[in-house]
Each structure stands twice: as structure tokens, then as C-alpha cells.
């Protein structure tokens, strides 16, 4: 054990060990998601890291990623480098490259004590929250924008992220549209870690955590449970919704759920498709990407409709 590990030990005593043991799912290897992982690795804990994306030439100035490591997934970068951090350490990681929907989250997140959300997805944060309250397992939300950041937990008889934001929240903005300001993310990604260590030592904060590093403003927030909120109702509508064609945040990319979802039949219908681990096949034609997950979603890059997309898809996969 080196001097930076046996420090942390001696602040953890005598939650150490439980921590240690602890399994947690972080959905998300950006910004957040990224710290989050590196952080909970060095500790020990047992980790299951979920990303459905690569490794980008952007992603670099703020996620803990190398341009070595472009065009790789995230995931399965992120597993390597704690696999690299923890040495001996025998504690679990695993990685799933994979985009999260009410069909495969159950497949995906499955014996772990405590969820972390690094996602800048609205869809997938609702997902989340949903599950989480019906299968009683705490989930740590965290967002960022610009110079602000918030965290809460969702506790299985406290309040939710539907509590907080109503039954159809809108987006404030993804980090790529609003940008994120110098040390937001280590904040942010500090207060997740500190509120999983917080739950393991059973004293978990279901406040809501708000920071603006601009004006240095930190608040807390006292949350209540909503009366008429559906998640905690026992509703849980984000696991049942219908899932539809739509423009991504960014404006040039779509997703959608083609009608033939077998890799290695679309590969036959265009051999040009390239499969990666059985996991994603990546089309590339002219300006146009594409990317199928074998949970049966697909995300067109380079348009910027549904109706363009469809015609894409429909022009380089022989219909959907």
C-alpha cells in the first residue's frame, strides 16, 4: 500500500472495509462520470461502469481520457486504467458499452448497492430515477452547466428527481451547449463521492446541493416529497415509455430504432458495416455516421431530422 492509499484508509476508518464492499454502477464515463470512476477505483470499490460512447478528440480538455485513447470506448478505457490504478487489489470492475433504455436497465443494473448518474441526458437521469425508487436502491444524481453544478441522493423513502423538477422536465442544456467552467466538475464529482461514502456510512444527504463557482455560492436545498409525483406513487412511467425517433441534443445527430437490430444481418446487408465486440457496429458514408448498439438503438450523425435520418439509414442499411 502506497502513502496516498494508507492516508485515505485512515480517513475512511473504521468505514474502510464497508466501503470497499460496497458495489456501485456509475452510469456515464464523461465529465463526471470519468472522476467519479477514478476516484471510487483508487478506494476499491466494486464498480460497473456504463458508457455507450467512444472517446473523442473534445472529450479530452475536461474527462480523464488521453489522445492515445481516441476512437476507444470509454467503458472500457475507464475499466483499464483503474485495473491499472488498483494493481493487486482484488475488488470487481466491469464495463458495458451501451446505451441505457427501459429495455436493457434491467439487464444492465443488476446487484449493486448504489447508483451514481454522471449522464448529461435528461431521458436517462428520468430513467434512472424511476428505477432506482422502484427497486429501492440509492441513486446519487449530479449535473453541470457553465460555472454551476448541482447533487442529490434519491433515497428509497426520500424524495426524487421528479419531486424536484415536476413530471415533464425540460432541459437547462447539455455541458457541450452551455460549456463547463474550470473546476466544476472536481467539485461536483467531489460532493458524489462524498454522499456515496455518506450512504455506506448509512447518513445520506437527500438535500440538494447547488454550486456557482462564478459568485463562490454554495446552498443546500430542503427537498419534501411531492404529493402528486408519479415515480413516488409508484408509477414509474419512465420505464414504460414508447421509445421514438428524435433529434439529439447536439442538433446533427438522431436516434432511432431500427426494425432489424441484428449486427451481423445488417453487416450482411451492408458489408461495409464494421462490428465491435459484438457490442456497436459503426457505418461511416461521406458526412454520415452511424452507430447501432445491440440493445437495438441507433444513433445517425450528420443530419439533422428524423425524416433525414430515416432516408440515411434507409439508403445505407436497406430500411429499418
Known amino acids: ?18 466501503i470497499q464492499d460496497t458495489s456501485c454502477t456509475i452510469v456515464g464515463m464523461g465529465t463526471l462520470g470519468s472522476k467519479n470512476a477514478k476516484t471510487l477505483g483508487r478506494i476499491g470499490v466494486n464498480l460497473k461502469l456504463i458508457d455507450r460512447d467512444f472517446v473523442e478528440r473534445k472529450n479530452l480538455s475536461n474527462q480523464e481520457y488521453l489522445e492515445s485513447e481516441e476512437g476507444e470506448f470509454k467503458a472500457e478505457v475507464m475499466k483499464k486504467k483503474i485495473k491499472r490504478i488498483r494493481g493487486k487489489n482484488k475488488s470487481e470492475i466491469d464495463s458495458s458499452v451501451v446505451d441505457l433504455n427501459s429495455n436493457n436497465i434491467k439487464r444492465e443494473i443488476k446487484d449493486t448497492d448504489v447508483i451514481i448518474d454522471s449522464t448529461d441526458n435528461l431521458k ?3 430513467l434512472l430515477n424511476d428505477f432506482a425508487k422502484k427497486r429501492e436502491i440509492p441513486l446519487i444524481i449530479g449535473m453541470l452547466g457553465g460555472s454551476e453544478g448541482m447533487t442529490m441522493t434519491v433515497s428509497p423513502n426520500g424524495p ?10 425540460i432541459s437547462q442544456g447539455t455541458c457541450d451547449e452551455l460549456g463547463i467552467s474550470p473546476g466544476i466538475a472536481e467539485v461536483i464529482s467531489g460532493l458524489q463521492v462524498r454522499q456515496f461514502i455518506d450512504i455506506v456510512k448509512d447518513k445520506p444527504v437527500e438535500n440538494l446541493l447547488t454550486v456557482n463557482l462564478e459568485n463562490m455560492d454554495f446552498n443546500e436545498l430542503k427537498l419534501k416529497r411531492r404529493e402528486n409525483c408519479s415515480t413516488c406513487n409508484g408509477k414509474y412511467e419512465e420505464l414504460n415509455r414508447i421509445k421514438e425517433s428524435r433529434v439529439l441534443c447536439d442538433k446533427k445527430s438522431v436516434q432511432m430504432y431500427p426494425r432489424i437490430t441484428d449486427l451481423t444481418k445488417l453487416k450482411e446487408i451492408n458489408p461495409n458495416l464494421d462490428i465491435y465486440e459484438d457490442k456497436i457496429g459503426i457505418l461511416e458514408s461521406s458526412n454520415i455516421k452511424i452507430m447501432i448498439y445491440e440493445s437495438g438503438k441507433a444513433i ?3 443530419v439533422e431530422s428524423v425524416e433525414e435520418a430515416r432516408k440515411e439509414y434507409d439508403r445505407l442499411l436497406g430500411g429499418r
Not at 1 to 18: A, G, Q, S, V, W
Request: neutral net charge; glycine residues 6%.
Open 160 to 169: 426524487c428527481f421528479k419531486c424536484v423538477l415536476g413530471e415533464e422536465p
Open 1 to 18: 500500500m502506497n502513502k496516498t492509499e494508507d492516508r485515505i484508509e485512515r480517513y475512511l476508518e473504521p468505514h474502510f472495509k464497508d
Open 300 to 302: 445517425i450523425k450528420g
Open 124 to 126: 436517462t437521469r428520468l
